[in-house]
Structure formats: C-alpha cells, structure tokens
Nanobody
C-alpha cells in the first residue's frame, strides 16, 4: 500500500513563497505520476500540478507561471515550489499519486493534506 506524507505548508504573506514536499513509501515502483490537488472551503477539489516519471507536467490554469513541480524519483519525492502566492491559493494541499499515464487521469492514493494559508 502506497503511503504519501506531505510537508512544508504554513502561513505566508501574499507575494511570498513556499515549497511543499511529498514522499511516497510502499509500492512506489507501481506509480507513474505524482502531484498535488487542493481544496479550499466551499470549493471543489482541483488539480494544482502533476508530474510523470518521464518528466511530463500538468498545471491547473490558476497556478501556471507561478508554481513549479519537480520530482526526484530516486528519493520517491515530489516538490511543489509556489511563488507569488495569492490569498486565493489558501487551501489544504493534498499529495496524490497513481498508476495512470498522467495524474489528471485519476490518482489512487492520497496524502492527508497540508494547510497553506496566504494572508493579504
């Protein structure tokens, strides 16, 4: 069973930066894609960014140009560098992983989530 553990959330002022990390354990070699979704109160969960083993990336429209996803598959870890943060980025960010070709095709595994709060 794959287990995902996130770290790096917190409180930051608008315009600031944060980096999230997600480490996978157990059955990692079955995964083809990892990344992040987020959910704000009263809103639907949305894709933030995904990355495949061969380096293909997907980004949600609202974060393009501001967030960058990267992966170190040797360390079973993916990172999300978030810059120029806005109050509307405030949400619980969940690490996700799956065996599909791309993360947007539907992850099978989820982390518990880490809170990101951006103050204005």
């Amino acid at each position: 069973q794959v287990r995902l553990v996130e770290s790096g959330g917190g409180l930051v002022q608008a315009g600031g930066s944060l980096r999230l990390s997600c480490e996978a354990s157990g059955g990692f070699f079955s995964l083809n894609a990892m990344g992040w979704y987020r959910q704000a109160p009263g809103k639907q969960r949305e894709l933030v960014a995904g990355i495949t083993r061969d380096g293909r990336t997907d980004y949600g429209d609202s974060v393009k140009g501001r967030f960058t996803i990267s992966g170190d598959w040797a360390k079973n870890t993916v990172y999300l560098q978030m810059t120029t943060l806005k109050p509307e980025d405030t949400a619980v960010y969940h690490c996700a992983a799956g065996r599909a070709e791309r993360l947007v095709d539907g992850p099978q595994y989820w982390g518990q989530g880490t809170q990101v709060t951006v103050s204005s």
